[in-house]
């Protein structure tokens, strides 16, 4: 059965709508509770994982913290999606699933108008304020993940659907939304189940080793691991070594490569000095 | 019953889904023919129609206001076939020539570059890099058009009820949903919104006059056939139009009341 994954622009209804279609289909629901399973394992506090998840880096905030929080919630959740029957929220998951043919993508957004004049009634506000409000929350949506992913959470086409809650209910949302799990496109198959071992798999080693290495990137096929890590050119040896002992002992992990990315900032301080 | 519109960039299967939906519900499909009216009604060559739809207004036509009247006769012509209802209504930026409908299902066709440019190279019988360039110039022209003309970005996707994304979905997927919305009670046609509907027509209909003869930078509204015109001419533009319009409300029955209004401001629901 496929998995579920919802992006919105309301966290509130987001949530409602993803716990009624699990409800609805007898799915699992992951939401925001597997922060505290991450925080614990990890020894690092649920309110860091969250604002890693809302907010982007501020210049206090830095970035490589960031990445690495998110590293963890990703790996923690592509861990739990490789079981089907899954409606996933809130964890950045429709920016990081992506070409799996059984995951299923949906954002649930509402008319810019209509936000504001919620936001204007709950918070007490001009209508005026709360349209230019709404307006800084999509920018910072927008910004939050073009710097952690790359992409624009707001783009149309990183979704197979965007409904949009301005006339059609929620309900009407949830109805269409389960009425896909029927398709025959969103049924799991070998190529995309392996996709998301692979995915997982990656994702469990990157975690491993971004604390030592966090501009790390990992790809991962059948088992071989391709790392790709900077380095100094005088270090190189002994941070592949490192990786492949990191890496190698970890469950799934058959075959290491590590590939250095020269370090061109690192090099010019080194021969400045 | 409930008015569709579907807006897509070429090549992205929305003539297919709108043509199937309408099968489907037994709906009249409506395109380009709605240019064909305005080209017959105001006497504009379709071509120039075809280029007001499609391109973005140079600063020249800025001055001159060709595009901005040629909108007037399309809008008049699309709204005056709404009304008849059930409609399915493809291409052409119905949903915004149809904003203010209550029961109009605003629905976007999105699909991946490269199916498109396969699309396009098997139709057209060009290379890929040709089919890929003007590909991405359409959808840079009809975005700038949409930008200039309505100050807002046909990508953005709360612009619209539903955006499905052709790829994991194929088209009968998405006849499938777009059906099944539609059956919504927000989208049937109530006494309300059937009225909203011919208020509109009336509306676009009186601007559309009245760009015939020149007359722009103008807005309308109507209400239950009272008709305010809001402008921003001169005295002796003011005269003119004035004119215009007694002869206007003797030949349309539906108007029961005309006024004009000068120097104020457009309200936002404004033809």
Redesign the interface.
Known sequence: MPLIIVSADDFKQGDEISQKVAGTLGYRYLGRDLLHYVATENQVSEEELARALDEAPGLLTRRARRQRLLGLIEAACLNVLLDDNVVCFGLAAHMYVRAVSHALKVRIINEPEQRAEELAKAEGLSVDKARKQVLRQTKEERRWSEEAYNLDQTDASLYDMVISLGTLELDKAVEIISDTVGYRKFQPMTYSRKLMQDKALAANVRRELMGQFPEIRVEANDGTVVVFIQSLKKDQRKKQELVRQIAGGLPGVRHVEVHIIRDLVGQAAQSSR | MAIITISRGSYSKGREVAEKVAQRMGYQVVSRDVLLEASEKFHIPEVKLVRAIHDAPSILERFTHGKYCYLAFIRAALSERAVKDDLVYHGLAGHLLLKGV?HV?KV?I?A?LEARVAAEMKRENLTQNQACSLLIKDDAERRKWTQSLYGVDP?D??L??????I????VD?AV??IV??AG?E??KTTVEAQQKMQDLALACRVKASLAEDDCVDIAVTSEFGNVLVYTKQDARKLHRMEDKLKLLTKKVPEINHLEVRSGQAFPPEAC
Do not use: E, K
């Not at chain 2, 619209?160 to 994304?165: A, E, K, P, R």
């Not at chain 2, 790829?167 to 194929?170: F, M, W």
């Open positions: 209550p299902l976007r999105i991946d990508w996707a709360s619209y009820d539903l955006v499905i994304h790829n994991q979905l194929t997927d499938d949903f099944q919305a919504r927000c989208f």
